[in-house]
Every structure is written in structure tokens, then in C-alpha cells.
């Protein structure tokens, strides 16, 4: 299971007026803000990113400038994957280590999606002594039953991270885990997609329609 909320996409006019700069083009500028506040770009200035996004790397650094914040709710083993993309991401996430003793443990806390019937029916009685192991050190603060509840948890325990990142790491990305395996990483680049222009700067990128 993967969850995205909170998109905001920011610095997109920056962004665009600096992929300007080499060529003293700012003239030819023909985005502006809608009504909603939205960054629009014009015909001009999309023509241009979509080129400079197929010219490769070292002519879209422009992308580097459109920053993305989002948070995403995902299993700790997808958390694991993901936290290969280290450069130009940030991420602060909820505290497994200070609050993960805050309030009981339920299935609901897991991803569980793909689980078969009797699996799932073992899992819930093991999240079940998991509470109870939890529940001992609420009212006994036994520093080992800290431990067993940390080292027990299981890999599909869902956390919230609040993330940043820029276009030029959702192209690297998308095309690095579009046909992975894990349902997440597809669900994560179906989201990506959403983004304003994701699909024209992205797929230009990657020299294909999106």
C-alpha cells in the first residue's frame, strides 16, 4: 500500500525565467498565474522546457529548480527502496524510535493488501502479541520490551514521511521503477503523472509520450 497527499508543486516561474538565462530570452516569456493562483505556461515557454528537458541532462537543469512536496504513507520495506534516492531529496518522517509505543498496534497500521487469507489470519495474531508486548512497556517502561517491540516490527509497517524533492529526481524515478515489481512503485509514478506538465517535461526526457 502506498499513500500520496499534500502535493504542492513549487518555484515553477523561477524555474522557467532562469532556463531563460542563457540566451537573454526573458522577452519571449509567456506563462502567468491563473485565478486559482496556478503557474500556467505559455505555449512559448513549454515549447522551450520540452526542448531543453530532450536535449538530456545538461540542459534541463531548469527541472532541478521545480521542487515537489508531498507526503507519502508507505510500508518500511518500500521506505527501504526508495531511500536510495539521496540526492535532492529530503524526507522527515514520523518516529518509529520515540512514538511507535504511542497508541495500540492494529492490523490497519500494516500493509496488508496482498496478504492470502490465512496468511493474514496468522499476521493478526502476531500484531496481536506485538500489542501486548507494547502494552507491557507502556505500563512497565522495561527498556527489553522496548527492544522486542522494535526488532519484532515488521518490515510492512506503514510510515508517513514528509518528502522533497525536484523534477529532475522524479525523472530518474519514474523511469528507474515504472515496471518494477512492487504495486507501490507503480502507484508512486501514476501520481507522479498528476504533477503540472509531468507528463510533456518527463516524457521528453525519456524521448516518449506519457
Same mark, same amino acid.
Given at each position: 500500500?502506498?499513500?500520496?497527499?499534500?502535493?504542492?508543486?513549487?518555484?515553477?516561474?523561477?524555474?522557467?525565467?532562469?532556463?531563460?538565462?542563457?540566451?537573454?530570452?526573458?522577452?519571449?516569456?509567456?506563462?502567468?498565474?491563473?485565478?486559482?493562483?496556478?503557474?500556467?505556461?505559455?505555449?512559448?515557454?513549454?515549447?522551450?522546457?520540452?526542448?531543453?528537458?530532450?536535449?538530456?541532462?545538461?540542459?534541463?537543469?531548469?527541472?532541478?529548480?521545480?521542487?515537489?512536496?508531498?507526503?507519502?504513507?508507505?510500508?518500511?520495506?518500500?521506505?527501504?527502496?526508495?531511500?536510495?534516492?539521496?540526492?535532492?531529496?529530503?524526507?522527515?518522517?514520523?518516529?518509529?524510535?520515540?512514538?511507535?509505543?504511542?497508541?495500540?498496534?492494529?492490523?490497519?497500521?500494516?500493509?496488508?493488501?496482498?496478504?492470502?487469507?490465512?496468511?493474514?489470519?496468522?499476521?493478526?495474531?502476531?500484531?496481536?502479541?506485538?500489542?501486548?508486548?507494547?502494552?507491557?512497556?507502556?505500563?512497565?517502561?522495561?527498556?527489553?520490551?522496548?527492544?522486542?517491540?522494535?526488532?519484532?516490527?515488521?518490515?510492512?509497517?506503514?510510515? %508517513?514521511?514528509?518528502?522533497? /524533492?525536484?523534477?529532475?529526481?522524479?525523472?530518474? *524515478?519514474?523511469? =528507474?521503477?515504472? &515496471?518494477?515489481? #512492487?504495486?507501490?512503485?507503480?502507484? %508512486?509514478?501514476?501520481?507522479? /503523472?498528476?504533477?503540472?506538465?509531468?507528463?510533456? *517535461?518527463?516524457? =521528453?526526457?525519456? &524521448?516518449?509520450? #506519457?
Amino acid at each position: 500500500m502506498l499513500k500520496v497527499e499534500r502535493v504542492s508543486v513549487m518555484n515553477l516561474e523561477n524555474a522557467i525565467r532562469g532556463a531563460r538565462n542563457p540566451m537573454n530570452s526573458w522577452g519571449r516569456m509567456d506563462s502567468g498565474y491563473d485565478g486559482a493562483g496556478a503557474y500556467v505556461l505559455g505555449e512559448n515557454d513549454l515549447a522551450l522546457a520540452v526542448r531543453l528537458c530532450a536535449a538530456g541532462s545538461d540542459h534541463r537543469k531548469f527541472l532541478r529548480q521545480i521542487l515537489v512536496s508531498m507526503d507519502i504513507t508507505a510500508p518500511l520495506y518500500w521506505w527501504k527502496e526508495f531511500d536510495t534516492y539521496k540526492v535532492g531529496t529530503v524526507a522527515n518522517s514520523t518516529s518509529t524510535m520515540h512514538k511507535l509505543h504511542a497508541k495500540p498496534l492494529e492490523v490497519g497500521d500494516f500493509s496488508t493488501d496482498h496478504l492470502t487469507p490465512a496468511s493474514l489470519a496468522q499476521f493478526t495474531q502476531y500484531v496481536g502479541y506485538l500489542e501486548g508486548v507494547r502494552r507491557r512497556f507502556v505500563e512497565g517502561k522495561d527498556k527489553a520490551d522496548w527492544y522486542d517491540l522494535i526488532q519484532l516490527l515488521p518490515a510492512s509497517y506503514d510510515q %508517513l514521511r514528509t518528502v522533497t /524533492l525536484n523534477y529532475e529526481v522524479l525523472v530518474n *524515478l519514474y523511469y =528507474a521503477r515504472r &515496471g518494477h515489481k #512492487l504495486d507501490e512503485w507503480h502507484t %508512486l509514478c501514476d501520481e507522479i /503523472l498528476k504533477l503540472p506538465y509531468a507528463r510533456e *517535461l518527463l516524457g =521528453a526526457a525519456g &524521448g516518449e509520450a #506519457l
